[in-house]
């Protein structure tokens, strides 16, 4: 009987964690990546404790992790007046066992294939090719592959994994019924301005009010001349998302075209306008989700990542949920071999839950203190504690927490998803 083979479409963040996973329990497996070539593309990220704790199980060291971004020190929520509405210590300041990182998607996902083509050699990952479809077999699944040529092929594996994205042909023919990707009026804007740190030197800041903000947070420690890379992110909603929709998915943007919406946030400790200024370049997109589906496999094959679960970037989750997805399938084929069954038994434990934490991020996940702020006083007030008192913003952000994944205390106590040592 051959050995198991398992196909990964997909070679970003939820692709990769996979590989590296499946490599550490002896699972074979072949990582197809759409684009011709890797290249470190993207913004800032932030990386919650639960799922550092998985990458350095993995084996990624902190040191590794620490040349592609920054140990967050801080959240804090600001009015538009600049006043704290709610803010705590972040990670190892916190009292988590393991860090909270800030750093670049694309350095992040380069890091992840370097590290993999290393343990698993260079075959591991095989570029300019996508994955269109599946057909089921006796024996497992066979990927129906294009490649950067326009060419075409055949790959028979035991299992299939879409870790495809938001766009994934694997969900569309497993969904074919899905809703279109979901809008709900919330542009961003990002960028990185080369700019002093700013509150604690490593703050995740979230500034404005639920219709109009901005996001700042570092992605590198500062130079010799005290200055680091900011990663920033200026959203507004619109009354009605019919009348943008000729907003792209992504594209660059002048700095002019959005600057004036944050033209007078000036701070004594922020200049917004000097901020944004001084980016080389910006980007433009919708803030998208997908609707939940009532479930993430169809047989020999699985979703992870945004293939699955795309959902709002208000609580940092992405990147963080995808790599305890593949955590999550690995400990599945531990305990019940490469087979459907381990598939099955992954969607039980988490297709619900990420569901709801889906619709949680709809709702502005952390970001919803600012709609109560808004509801209970318009969003002007001198003292927050007359708005919203102390324990009821703390109880609202130990809430999200725990529906997120890394309530403190329950994830310094929990067992390693996969014991030390542990193979298929």
């Not at 938001?166 to 969904?175: L, Y």
Request: charged content about 20%; some cysteine.
């Amino acid at each position: 009987m051959s050995a198991p083979h398992v196909i990964i479409a997909g070679g970003g963040v939820a692709g990769l964690s996979l590989g590296l996973t499946l490599h550490q329990i002896g699972v074979p497996f072949t990582v197809l990546e759409a684009v011709a070539e890797l290249k470190p593309l993207g913004v800032g990220i932030n990386v919650q404790p639960n799922a550092v704790r998985e990458l350095m199980e993995m084996g990624i060291t902190a040191s590794e992790l620490e040349q592609v971004g920054v140990s967050v020190r801080e959240w804090a929520l600001v009015g538009q007046q600049g006043q704290d509405i709610y803010a705590e210590a972040r990670g190892t300041d916190a009292g988590y066992h393991w860090p909270q990182y800030a750093m670049h998607r694309g350095k992040f996902q380069m890091l992840l294939a370097e590290v993999l083509q290393r343990r698993a050699g260079p075959d591991a990952i095989r570029l300019g090719a996508r994955v269109t479809g599946y057909t089921k077999t006796p024996r497992g699944v066979t990927a129906q592959i294009i490649h950067t040529d326009g060419t075409t092929s055949d790959m028979a594996g035991s299992l299939l994994i879409g870790a495809d994205g938001i766009h994934s042909n694997i969900r569309a023919q497993m969904h074919p019924d899905q809703p279109p990707i979901h809008w709900g009026g919330a542009i961003m804007w990002r960028g990185t301005t080369r700019a002093k740190p700013i509150r604690t030197g490593s703050s995740f800041i979230g500034l404005g009010t639920h219709r109009q903000r901005m996001v700042i947070y570092p992605i590198s420690p500062p130079d010799a001349d005290g200055l680091a890379q900011i990663n920033w992110i200026g959203e507004i909603t619109v009354d009605d998302p019919e009348a943008r929709k000729n907003i792209g998915w992504f594209r660059q943007v002048g700095i002019a075209d959005f600057a004036h919406h944050f033209a007078d946030w000036t701070y004594d400790w922020l200049d917004v306008p000097a901020l944004l200024a001084g980016a080389d370049v910006a980007y433009e997109n919708p803030m998208i989700d997908r609707d939940p589906v009532p479930t993430w496999v169809d047989g020999p094959v699985a979703l992870m990542g945004d293939a699955a679960h795309a959902m709002y970037p208000t609580g940092s989750n992405g990147a963080s949920q995808a790599i305890i997805d593949a955590r999550e399938i690995g400990a599945a084929f531990v305990g019940q071999g490469v087979t459907a069954a381990a598939l099955a038994s992954y969607d039980a434990k988490l297709c619900a839950p990420v569901s709801e934490l889906i619709l949680r991020n709809r709702g502005l996940g952390p970001f919803g203190l600012l709609t109560m702020v808004n509801d209970r006083c318009g969003g002007e007030f001198s003292n927050i504690d007359d708005v919203i008192p102390p324990a009821e913003r703390t109880e609202f952000m130990g809430k999200y927490k725990a529906a997120a994944g890394f309530a403190m205390e329950t994830l310094n106590n929990a067992p390693p998803t996969l014991a030390k040592g542990a193979k298929v």
